[in-house]
Structures are given as structure tokens and as C-alpha cells.
């Protein structure tokens, strides 16, 4: 595993590169590290089963993940992932995606889909749409957003579990970070293409105001006891 984690780790170190259209810098950083990355991103990615676990779908339900990558969070439905009427998963590189059509090979009603999330649509209405530790890496995240709700049949289910960093001056309601959590953590990411932007949270309460929200920290692999702000959100639509 060590030796698995240095290469992962020399990877997430020389950058995401910034040249080329999104998705090719997409196919770049990940297809070097995308047999490695379910082990590290299991430790990375908190809250990912809890997500699932609190959009509390029923038998039937039919769900989209944009940015799913490699599929993993569909394996954590566990026995229930087989009595979903289908569950597609959407994303823009192909390298992950293979890692999908593996994981998920014996789901017949496991779809693995090569789309953009700020444009796919699925053939039908949908009762739930969920985002994993995807939106901070989708350059137009408002789109993405708009794009999961408009997908949504009235009263579905919009989940994200995501890195985040609060306002300058958060709501009342929600949980005020620091000037070193604001600026640290938006950097450290954000050479990796990862943008922690403290209005994600804010446009998904906008965009589903029944919703349940938890704000927590998770330590991150080899930083030596630093946490970075997580957030799960379970909204539904009007
Ligand atoms: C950090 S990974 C998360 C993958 C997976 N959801 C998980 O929890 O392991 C972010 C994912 O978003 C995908 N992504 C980024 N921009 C995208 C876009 N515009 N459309 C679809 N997928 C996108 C990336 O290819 C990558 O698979």
C-alpha cells in the first residue's frame, strides 16, 4: 500500500496541467493514478457512505451520480444497489470510467456514461442526483448544480458530499471557518484542480431549501494531523 500512496502522492504533487481543454487535463491527472485510486481516495474522501446512506432511497429508485469516477460510492448501497431500477454513472474521464465498468461489472443496472455533468441528461426524469467530491473539480459548478435539479422528478433527492471553506461570514446557521482554514486549504487543493469555494454551499441551500446539511473536518493522509472542512447536503427539490 505505502508504495501504491508514493505514487499516488508524486502525482497529486507535480499539479493538475494547465493546458489542454478540461477534460484532457481530466484524462491526464487521473489516468497515471487511476488503478490507485480507490485505496487512497477511500482515506481521503470522507463522509462518501454516510452521503449514501442519508439519501435513504427506496427499492426502485432511479439514481445519477455526476463525476462518479471509478463508481466506488455506488458500491456503498451495499444489497440495496441491486433493487435500484438504475444508476448511472457520469463523468468526463475515460481512465476512471474504466475503473467504473470493473467495479460495477456484475450491476446490470449500473450504467457508465462518458458526459459532461453541466450538460448530460438522463433519458427520463430521476429521483435522485448526487455529487461526490466532484463539484470543486467542475470548472462551472453553478451549471452543474442547476443541471443535477433540472434532471430531478418534483420532491428528488439532491445529495453532495464535498470540500469546502466557509464565507468570510457565515450564516448563523453554519459554521464560521478561519483566516488560516480559508486561505491554507483553498491553495493547498487548488493545485490539484480542486477549488474550495465557499459558495457552493450557500447555492445548494438556494437551490433545495428543505434540506439537511453537516459541516465536519477529516484529516488528510500524510499532513500530519491537519483537517480539512467537509460538508454532506441532502436537499430535495420543490
Ligand atoms: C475527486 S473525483 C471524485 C470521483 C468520485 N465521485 C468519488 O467520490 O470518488 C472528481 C471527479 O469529477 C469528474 N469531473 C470533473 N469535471 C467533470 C465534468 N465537467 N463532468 C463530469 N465529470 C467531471 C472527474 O473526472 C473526477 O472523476
Redesign the pocket.
Known sequence: MIWNDIKILWHLVQGQRRTGS?AER?EAF?APQAEY?DSF?ERL?QG?KELIEALALPPGAYVV??????G??ALYFGEKLSQLNAIEI????PA?LKQAQNNLKDYSNALIIE????TYRPKQLVDCVY????LT???DWHQ?MQNAVAMLKPGGTLGVVDFYVSPVKAAPDAVQHAVFTRSFWPRWFGYDG?HLNPEHLPTLKKLCPKYKCFERYSVVPYLLGLKVPYYIFVGKKK
Open positions: 478540461h481530466l487521473y485510486y481516495r474522501l462518501r451520480e455526476l463525476g462518479g469516477g471509478t466506488r460510492n457520469v463523468d468526463l474521464c476512471l458526459a459532461d455533468a453541466t455529487f461526490s467530491y466532484a473539480m467542475i470548472p452543474a480542486v
